[in-house]
């Protein structure tokens, strides 16, 4: 079976922080590119940021304009885990987050493709003071 789980959102204020997680139970994890998106109400799914899989890159990433120097991607891969810690969060950053893996999209063009081959169900991340 393969799954991606999120978890991790909730509520945050202005300026706060998040930390969240994607469980993967899916073959070969280490070789997977693996990334995180997000859709708002009425908005289009966006990228957010991606990791490399192991290799020349391995550790290697990406991130969205808007999230630069905010949020930091990272992934263990002896858990098959994959982590977004999301600081100093703004008005426009309140949106279901998705964790995304493929064997085939290196992360370094996940920014302009959102055909992953897997996804997770999403995690609420809503922002209000």
């Known amino acids: 079976q393969v799954q991606l789980v999120e978890s991790g959102g909730g509520l945050v204020q202005p300026g706060g922080s998040l930390s969240l997680s994607c469980a993967a139970s899916?073959?070969?994890?280490?070789?997977?590119?693996m990334g995180w998106f997000r859709q708002a109400p009425g908005k289009e799914r966006e990228f957010v940021a991606s990791?490399?899989?192991?290799?020349?890159?391995?550790?290697?990433?990406y991130y969205a304009d808007s999230v630069k120097d905010r949020f930091t991607i990272s992934r263990d891969n002896a858990n098959s885990a994959l982590y977004l810690q999301m600081n100093n969060l703004k008005p426009e950053d309140p949106a279901v987050y998705y964790c995304a893996a493929d064997s085939s999209i290196p992360a370094t063009s996940w920014a302009r493709t959102g055909k992953l081959h897997y996804w997770g169900k999403g995690t609420l991340v809503t922002v209000s003071s």
């Open positions: 899916i073959p070969a994890f280490s070789n997977l590119a």
């Open positions: 990791i490399s899989w192991t290799g020349a890159n391995e550790g290697r990433t």
